[in-house]
């Protein structure tokens, strides 16, 4: 779940959280922090399932004036919904990609997102530095409805942009802004996948729920629209929207951990449809802003039973088709060289895909 960037709140200042918990302690799985207990754990998941690594599209970094508001956020919003949430990888930049390095996630993310207008292009700036800075991170953009959106998007992609983040709520616009559609356009076209936060949790937004989305994907199909924390809570509604549409996909983000269950369980009843859409749910996990540790969003997909043939393509299978078959067509998934051509340092220039379909034509 994401805070709303720089309109958050101040921290309270208070060292303990509802249940008595001291504020800094690490939840979860393998106790958080980081330390080797925790790496080796989250590498033995991957290890067991013949996997050379983890995919996690679903992670955030951004400015660090910004990240550290989103902190504040988090610090204060016990205050606003009654549950504490202790930051479990609160540590300064290079150590959290230190960490995701020694937790053998060969590929994640750097999810921004504005919250106003004239946010969006800093932020796009800020992350293709951040991506060739640390080659592992796709490079990851955002959007606005905003004047230029078309075009800062468009360039964007053409510097080599992997992925997009949208957040339906803190940005609290509609999707289907007709200032939006040469943004979309230029997306379906590069069929580059844009994780969108349109579900309802923590709190609705005027244009979260499967509605606007819908309405969007009803003009845009061929879309690669990622629906973030698999639309918590309105789960039922997002898998329709997947089977209806074969281009929408899932990410796990906090889905299923037991802090989520507490707040939003997803219902049983659709575990058969999380199996038959197997190929089209991915690894995403929130860090660094969860309140557990990393290993335990991996139990928590574990303990579904759904099978190991399931658990690799959520962890590893689904995101390394999807990032080969866009963009450059370079294998996020190898891990063997972090750095070509998956970063978005240009490579981007041939503007063909694995289709032959021009790029951001
Ligand atoms: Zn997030």
Not at 56 to 85: C, I, N, Q, S
Not at 253 to 276: C, I, N, Y
């Amino acid at each position: 779940m994401d805070g709303p960037g720089g309109r958050a709140a101040g921290g309270t200042g208070r060292t303990v959280g509802a249940d008595g918990t001291p504020r800094d302690a690490r939840h979860g799985g393998g106790g958080g922090g980081g330390g080797g207990g925790e790496a080796a754990a989250v590498r033995a998941v991957a290890r067991r399932l013949g996997l050379p690594g983890l995919l996690d599209v679903h992670t955030h970094f951004m400015p660090d004036r910004v990240l550290r508001k989103v902190w504040a956020y988090f610090d204060g919003v016990e205050d606003l919904t009654g549950v504490a949430w202790p930051i479990t990888y609160r540590e300064e930049e290079d150590r959290r990609v230190d960490l995701l390095r020694r937790f053998g996630v060969l590929r994640f993310t750097s999810m921004v997102y504005p919250h106003k207008a004239g946010m969006a292009r800093w932020l796009n700036d800020w992350a293709a530095g951040f991506a060739t800075r640390v080659p592992e991170c796709l490079c990851t953009g955002t959007l606005y409805p905003e004047d230029g959106v078309g075009r800062y998007v468009t360039e964007h992609l053409a510097r080599g942009a992997r992925v997009f983040k949208v957040h339906l709520q803190v940005g609290d616009f509609d999707p289907n802004d007709p200032l939006l559609d040469p943004a979309w356009g230029a997306l379906a076209d590069a069929r580059v996948p844009v994780v969108v936060h349109c579900g309802s949790g923590p709190t609705p937004g005027a244009h979260t729920g499967p509605g606007p989305v819908g309405r969007l994907l009803a003009r845009y199909p061929r879309l690669r629209l990622v629906v973030a924390h698999m639309g918590m809570p309105e789960y039922a509604d997002f898998l329709d929207l997947a089977e209806r549409y074969d281009e929408v996909r899932l990410d796990t983000t906090m889905v299923f951990t037991d802090f989520s269950e507490r707040l939003a369980p997803f219902p049983r009843q659709e575990h058969g449809r999380l199996l038959a859409l197997g190929d089209r749910v991915l690894l995403g996990s929130d860090f660094p802003n969860i309140p557990y540790g990393y290993l335990h969003q991996l139990e928590a997909l574990e303990r579904l039973g759904l099978g190991d043939d399931w658990l690799r393509g959520v962890l590893h299978g689904n995101a390394a088709a999807l990032f080969a078959d866009a963009g450059t067509g370079a294998d996020p998934g190898t891990g063997a060289d972090p750095g070509t051509g998956a970063a978005g340092t240009g490579t981007a220039g041939t503007g063909m895909d694995s289709q032959g379909i021009h790029r951001n034509a």
